[in-house]
């Protein structure tokens, strides 16, 4: 791998199938004006095609060792430079000081991808959209529907902000180092102000974590501390369910509820 050790606490499994790249990059669709960043641009796979169709690209990557590479191959120095490289962790990055509307895009370390989406989605009205190639697993997750086995937390906080679809299966055999697990590429599209109905984010993640950190518990036991009888009555909500059969509509409706009643 031109003479650069992958690094398994970064997660690096870097793209070598050009059929599965061209894919990806077809997904995106870049168009030359975009503000585009991409997450850990590793040895270039996605960079180098990414940068033929775009004016300019920002890239947000950990590892110095790769960033030296970056360095020599897009000197930072010019001042039309076409690489626009910020050294550290993504999780840290402050994504409002890149022009908006910003698309984001990468094959992301799979160790941090879920704090990795919470972290991307709280700037989510700087952004036009978002792909990435996650573990297949957690793709499933984001897109789920409930009272399926993959709905859960992941999906109920994803889905009340983004329209999500899955658009690509990618198989270990596209990476080196093959990682162990299957991959997939996801569309992410912030909705509208006017589609997000949640009034209060702090009361809907915290209604959506406690009925679901005791998933097979009815939500008559797991919402006891937010809702009575009466209440439930009220919402049309059967308390013998379970936070799975809840859909992303009931959860906002439970959420606003408590909402307005705390107000
Ligand atoms: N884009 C390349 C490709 O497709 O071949 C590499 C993808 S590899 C799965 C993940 C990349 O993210 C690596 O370059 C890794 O060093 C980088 N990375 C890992 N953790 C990171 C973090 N917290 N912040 C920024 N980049 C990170």
Known sequence: MSGHKAKKMFGQNFLVDQNI????VACIHPEAADNMVEIGPGLGALTRPLLKRLER????????????RLEADYPQANNNVKLMINAGDALEFDFATL???????????????TPLLFHFASYAKRITD????????????????????AYGRLSVMLQYRFAMEKLLDVPPASFRPAPK???????????PPEHI??????????????????RRKTLRNTL?????EAAFDELGINPQLRAENLSVADFIRVANYLGDKQS
Do not use: W
């Not at 790249?21 to 990806?24: G, L």
């Not at 697990?181 to 909705?191: E, K, Q, T």
């Not at 006891?224 to 009575?228: A, F, G, I, M, V």
């Open 130 to 149: 978002m792909h990435f190639m996650l573990q297949n697993e957690v793709v499933e997750r984001m897109v789920a529907e409930h009272s399926t086995p």
């Open 224 to 228: 006891r501390s937010y809702l009575d």
């Open 99 to 113: 022009p908006a509307p910003l698309r984001i895009v990468g094959n992301l370390p799979y160790n941090i991808s």
């Open 57 to 68: 690209l920002h890239v947000v990557e950990i590892d110095r060792d790769i960033i030296a």
């Open 21 to 24: 790249i061209a894919d990806i």
């Open 181 to 191: 697990v299957d991959s997939a590429i996801v569309r992410m599209i912030p909705l």
């Open 197 to 214: 109905l949640v009034r209060n984010e702090k009361v809907y993640s915290a209604v959506v974590s406690t009925a679901f950190g005791q």
